[in-house]
């Protein structure tokens, strides 16, 4: 017995690690989206883990945010990242010079947030983030092309969705065509909860604020609106000539347009005056997509259209537009839905069995094979039953007998674990045949 | 003029962050040693950046070694992750009992070390590791399937290795036959670096540790065999009847056997008896890749067998082997040495120029040709020389030019940007052609 306190294994929570098998679909589904990225000609983007404190915090004017992990080493007040937004600003501010814009990045990485542990939250998560951003200006167009992204990647992901797309500037401006305008944020902030609080709240909550019951009436009702593109914009269009309004307006047709052009799917988005997105820096499209199958997932993807990328870091104007997909919440999701494909404990197309002296022929083969299928020796000093046991609860499709009559005849028994078939083959058929399955 | 105070951005010193094109690059060589790593039946695990500071820091008694980024979050002692092995230990002790075994996983992540920042030393890496884990046992066969990755690895990325192999049971057993069984460990931190300090200095710090000259001489001599297996195994077998040396000469034997089966290029490795690697944790097998055509990269790729992984976390005893390639260094090195693939700045295949008002027909073009290249409209309010000239210089193949004529006439303007010719084309014909030179 050791004499040494045996240190007891565990894992911080709120942290995901998913088991091999199951960490293959995670990375299947980071490489769709990947794909789905870069063939849009997004370019990756890799920013480090920590930065300057100054820098992620700089939007709280330095202050500590409870989720941020902050610490310090030698001289340095250093931050693990909490989004992939503020890294691409600090980026871009530094290299501004030398880019060439639109700058159309992806990056797929871990972001840390360490707060309360609950189910579905966690403390370290990869999100997927694409934007495009501009110099002094970026039109419209790179919306829409945002949009289709979203569109691209649950198709690629083979997730239905409908896309909840919004224009912040409507809510704006009608605000102030009401004669509201000073109140703006706070009446968001209740309009971004009718669907929690419920439009009784809503209206109360309104009126407690000083807004007369004729517009809080009026505000809700525009909220509500969610329908098709053409629909909801001539119900409204004619609201207010606000002119922040119809900008909003405007830009809505725009988008509208654009994503006909793009062919994406009609029946994939929607124009939702609801979505509101509380983050501030949002200053006109806005966009959730839901799971209209899994309405408990809530917002899969999100994003939208910022003014100024990098205002803390730079004077020159940043315009840009962005999605953002939380991978880990997803997955999680999906797996407790049973959604995922199918698990398969092990990638092994052939697992080769020695019996007796015959390991350097085992070997031999396996180099033979291993190039086209992925190959395995059972080397273990354990019983041919066990083995074959072993290999069945794998879930191992094809077994290859290699004994020591086989390293004479060069025949070898190959079986189909899953149909029970049993051949005698020569390495090149049994090449062809296990290929021939995969 | 803006009347916040600018914050400077920047980077924290040591943390390498690649321009987009270069990152194309670097994502390509992962994953090249992830295919290698898959295809030899190796399966992804995903450990978190984060771990509780006693599972990080079980082998130095909980003291945190400087280079450490350890810090306090709530109640918790946090530690980020400065290897890939220490959390393998971790999961493996946790999951034991529901883990088949051998337990083949790699990992490629940011590993996390604020040493001192200078050339070629970085604080966050990316480390790319595979490892064989068996429970109780492990056959030497393991050993050589890791070195028969090194090579594949290494052949994938078209980089000339050649791997330094050894086994510390030869010195190990050789300073017990010496009588000099007491002083192994100091004897070893010695030989380790004759290369460093030179064969004289060598022997003047082991005569100063009271071994004797004739002694010095023979561990000297025998540190530095170096050459084809089958020629140093004849040199060196019987030198000594010591268990441990015979150990360590059986096992080379074998590995050596198994590398010619599994048909890994001779060329390609030898073996060293000098090779000694620093780690206590390493009990046979030790090898460093090194590629002779640049000796300053120094070890590459490094690994070896270790009897027991998780001692700290569990009483079952783990045995396994395994190899780590730190690959930000090696990208780095690669690159000032001018060894990368072209940088090409951008992955755009055609880019699709709008004249007047075409956009709407641009996007539905860019939609028809995105599932196949990689297509991207320049939507920007500028020139058509400027946006030819930001074209040349971002080196995009071919350039679609739609004005309204092309709108009604279905033919576009086609321009290979590399010969300058030009061509009227359907869009299908377009494809073709781009796809063709791709």
């Not at 703006?184 to 000083?210: C, F, P, Q, R, Y």
């Not at 959604?339 to 990638?347: A, C, D, I, Q, R």
Request: proline share 3%; hydrophobic share 35%; net charge negative.
């Amino acid at each position: 017995m050791s004499e040494k306190r045996l240190i007891t294994p565990r894992k911080l929570s709120g942290f995901m690690e998913l088991e091999p098998a199951k960490q293959i679909l995670f990375d299947k589904m980071v490489e769709k989206i990947k794909n789905v990225y870069s063939q849009s000609a997004f370019m990756p983007l890799d920013t480090p883990v920590l930065e300057y404190s100054e820098i992620l915090l700089a939007k709280s004017g330095g202050s500590i945010d409870k989720e941020v992990y902050a610490f310090k080493k030698g001289d340095n007040d250093i931050c693990m990242r909490y989004d992939l937004t503020v890294p691409l600003a600090r980026y871009v501010a530094m290299n501004v010079g030398s880019m060439s814009f639109p700058f159309k990045r992806y990056q797929i990485g871990k972001v840390f947030r360490g707060e309360k542990a609950q189910k579905g939250r966690f403390r370290e998560f990869v999100q997927c983030d694409a934007d495009i951003v501009g110099l002094d200006e970026l039109p419209i167009v790179a919306d829409a092309e945002c949009l289709s992204i979203v569109d691209k990647v649950f198709k690629a992901l083979g997730l239905k969705i409908l896309n909840h797309i919004s224009n912040r500037n409507i809510l704006f401006g009608y605000c102030e065509a009401l004669g509201e305008g000073e109140k703006t944020s706070d009446i968001l902030v209740v309009l971004d909860k009718i669907n929690k609080i419920g439009k009784e709240n809503a209206v109360k909550e309104l009126l407690e604020m000083g807004v007369s019951s004729e517009n809080s009436q009026k505000l809700i009702e525009i909220t509500l609106k969610c329908g098709k593109f053409d629909d909801i914009l001539s119900e409204i269009e004619n609201l207010s000539d606000n002119p922040t309004f119809q900008k909003g307006v405007g830009e809505l047709k725009e988008i509208s347009s654009y994503l006909k052009a793009l062919g994406v799917d009609e029946n994939c988005y929607v124009l939702d005056l609801g979505i509101i997105r509380g983050q501030n820096y949002y200053t006109g499209t806005v966009f959730e997509a839901m799971m209209p199958e899994h309405p408990e997932f809530l917002t899969v993807c999100g994003g939208g259209r910022y003014d100024n990328l990098a205002g803390y870091f730079t004077d020159k104007k940043l315009p840009g537009v962005g999605l953002s997909i939380g991978l880990t919440r997803l997955f999680d999701l999906m797996d407790s839905a049973g959604m995922l494909e199918e698990v398969k404990p092990t990638n092994i197309d052939l697992q080769i069995i020695p019996m007796g002296d015959t390991l350097n022929e085992c070997l031999s083969l396996k180099s033979y094979f291993g190039g086209t299928i992925v190959c395995d020796i059972n080397y273990e000093n354990r019983s041919f039953k066990s083995k074959m046991k072993e290999a069945n609860k794998k879930q191992i499709p094809f077994i290859l007998i290699v004994g020591e009559n086989e390293v004479t005849s060069k025949l070898y028994s190959l079986k189909n674990m899953i149909t029970g078939e049993q051949y005698t083959l020569s390495k090149e058929d049994c090449l062809k045949m296990v290929e021939g399955k995969r």
